[in-house]
T-cell receptor, first 114, second 112 residues
Framework: KAGVTQTPRYLIKTRGQQVTLSCSPI?????VSWYQQTPGQGLQFLFE???????NKGNFPGRFSGRQFSNSRSEMNVSTLELGDSALYLC?????????????FGPGTRLTVL | DAKTTQPPSMDCAEGRAANLPCNHS???????VYWYRQIHSQGPQYIIH???NNETNEMASLIITEDRKSSTLILPHATLRDTAVYYC?????????????FGTGTRLQVTL
């Protein structure tokens, strides 16, 4: 079974631009979560989507948004990029059934904002 | 979710057991202890979880104290490939399965 895939793996943008990152979960998984990892703040939860609906949200500004498609693939968008948005963005998928549900992480997209 | 405290770094010789401690003195009765690890430049990987009984799987053992205020992750025979940052997380097992709250973790260095 293929793992979680994220595209692109690396991205360079400039301040003020917007960016869209993509995540394909493991087949059969219905939940996709996004995390941001920076040296200063560590790993922080962004949001979770389940059955095309946002089910949980972290403490990030509205510039960060996401969506999930009917095939469970997910995208996250960051508008009006700031230098501080430079980070590794990780996507994790799980069955989404609630309770204990192992999350499988993708390799991440490394975003650099210049 | 309860806060956890871990030492920032530890060293372990290859072939020896690595014992990684975690303090979670404010853990609630319905919160589980989870361990994930992140090898450099990769996404985190689930290791093990438990509520109050000791747990063992093919990767590691988890020892939780009787008062549940601390736990220890044991890698019985550490290898160089176990060099990683290890995160101890406590959370309830209800509602959404996501929103793992990662702390700063312990950077384990396995040496020859």
């Amino acid at each position: 079974k293929a793992g979680v895939t994220q595209t692109p793996r690396y991205l360079i943008k400039t301040r003020g631009q917007q960016v869209t990152l993509s995540c394909s979960p493991i087949s059969g998984h219905r939940s996709v979560s996004w995390y941001q990892q920076t040296p200063g703040q560590g790993l922080q939860f962004l949001f979770e989507y389940f059955s095309e609906t946002q089910r949980n949200k972290g403490n990030f500004p509205g510039r960060f948004s996401g969506r999930q498609f009917s095939n469970s693939r997910s995208e996250m968008n960051v508008s009006t990029l700031e230098l501080g948005d430079s980070a590794l963005y990780l996507c994790a998928s799980s069955l989404g059934a609630g309770g204990f549900d192992e999350q499988f992480f993708g390799p991440g997209t490394r975003l650099t904002v210049l | 979710d309860a806060k956890t405290t871990q030492p920032p770094s530890m060293d372990c010789a290859e072939g020896r057991a690595a014992n990684l401690p975690c303090n979670h003195s404010t853990i609630s009765g319905n919160e589980y202890v989870y361990w994930y690890r992140q090898i450099h430049s990769q996404g985190p990987q689930y290791i093990i979880h438990g509520l109050k009984n000791n747990e063992t799987n093919e990767m590691a053992s988890l020892i939780i104290t009787e008062d549940r205020k601390s736990s220890t992750l044991i890698l019985p025979h550490a290898t160089l490939r176990d060099t990683a940052v290890y995160y101890c997380i406590v959370r309830v097992n209800t509602g959404t399965a996501s929103k793992l709250t990662f702390g700063t973790g312990t950077r384990l260095q396995v040496t020859l």
